[in-house]
């Protein structure tokens, strides 16, 4: 990039012995400490216009932009999308996510494959899948794995609630959908995640004719590709994929579901190893085996959430415990970290408050949904 400057020449300063009386010989100065101290951006343009000589003639018949020029400009200048921050690559990982070896599997040969095996695809005439459906009970880690295979796969992530792209104006809703789809197409490659998007298109019924139903032809319009989405994928997820409207399912738009349920009691296991990081943050007491919990009856019905929620709630205990014992409220010295411990009788006091947030009654509905799209 080269940039041209031109400045006029200024114009001549009044002389010091001009027939002005003292005070209009000072108002000059004052002006002119005014405009040197002028601060930020600014005031440091100003400075470089100043500074700069005006280029010759010759100077700019020589100069011309080159190829390397825009190559270089590439790598500087980003979208106004990312610029925005609208896009942004996550900082979750798979070390982040808890168990759900199968749904990695398939995330991978959804998402990750496509992008880093392009020529296998092509040469088996294999097309990406449109769109992945994340489908299952809350707190089981929908969102987590969305944005873990976004930062694999070094795309960009645009996240979106569904409920955030409704609008009470005519138009308006709509016209968010398709700004979303093409904030994503300027930052391909790219991941579009819908969370909660049972909200943005439930199922229409054939004597509706309002907001949500041209919401939903909208995102139909998008997910159908008119315009080539140019390795945009899209990721949803929902706990209530039953009142999902059936057109947003069908081959083409969203048309893989992959049902992420409640934790079996070894991936409840690596979920604590996950949340306590190896049994290092909080410390555990010797009494403490992370494995035990994990089997435990009352852990059955737990989600991902849920046992985040039964460690805090331990190490609240433990803390509890010790400022108990300390007569006094966390004076340390700076510098100084408390050793504090988690033991086994923090846990079962935990035990008596974490309930699991699933009730039976939807774990038997979730079931249901397991089964049918196991079929």
Request: net charge negative; hydrophobic share 40%.
């Amino acid at each position: 990039n080269r940039v041209l400057l031109e400045t006029r020449p200024e114009p001549p300063s009044p002389p010091q012995n001009s027939a002005a009386g003292p005070s209009g010989s000072m108002e000059p100065e004052a002006g002119g400490e005014e405009q040197r101290e002028e601060p930020g951006e600014l005031g440091r343009l100003l400075d470089l216009l100043r500074a700069t000589e005006t280029l010759t003639e010759q100077q700019l018949a020589g100069l011309s932009i080159l190829m390397s020029d825009f190559q270089d400009a590439l790598v500087r200048v980003q979208p106004s999308a990312k610029r925005e921050g609208f896009a942004t690559v996550p900082d979750v990982t798979w070390e982040n996510v808890g168990a759900l070896q199968n749904i990695r599997e398939e995330l991978t040969m959804a998402i990750l494959a496509p992008v880093r095996s392009p020529e296998q695809f092509r040469a088996l005439g294999l097309s990406a899948p449109s769109g992945v459906l994340l489908a299952g009970p809350p707190g089981c880690g929908k969102t987590l794995l969305a944005k873990a295979v976004a930062n694999e796969s070094g795309l960009n992530f645009i996240s979106v609630k569904g409920p955030e792209l409704l609008n009470m104006y005519v138009g308006e809703s709509e016209r968010a959908v398709r700004q979303v789809f093409q904030r994503g197409r300027n930052s391909a490659p790219c991941v579009i995640f819908f969370d909660e998007i049972d909200a943005l298109c439930p199922r229409r019924s054939g004597h509706e004719s309002g907001a949500s139903v041209r919401v939903v032809n909208q995102l139909l319009t998008e997910m159908d590709g008119l315009e080539t989405r140019r390795q945009v994928f899209i990721m949803a997820a929902t706990n209530r994929p039953d009142i999902i409207d059936p057109a947003v399912l069908r081959p083409g738009r969203l048309d893989k579901t992959l049902y992420v349920g409640l934790p079996c009691a070894a991936d409840r296991h690596a979920i604590l190893l996950t949340v306590t990081k190896g049994g290092t943050r909080p410390l555990l007491e010797p009494d403490v085996h992370l494995e035990e919990i994990a089997f435990d009856e009352r852990c059955n019905s737990f989600s991902g959430a849920d046992l985040t929620a039964l460690v805090r709630e331990a190490s609240v205990n433990a803390l509890k415990v010790y400022m108990k014992s300390q007569h006094h409220a966390l004076t340390h010295p700076a510098g100084c970290t408390a050793d504090i411990r988690v033991s086994r009788q923090n846990f079962e006091d935990a035990f008596k408050t974490v309930r699991p947030s699933v009730s039976r009654k939807d774990q038997l509905m979730y079931e249901q949904l397991q089964e049918s799209l196991s079929r």
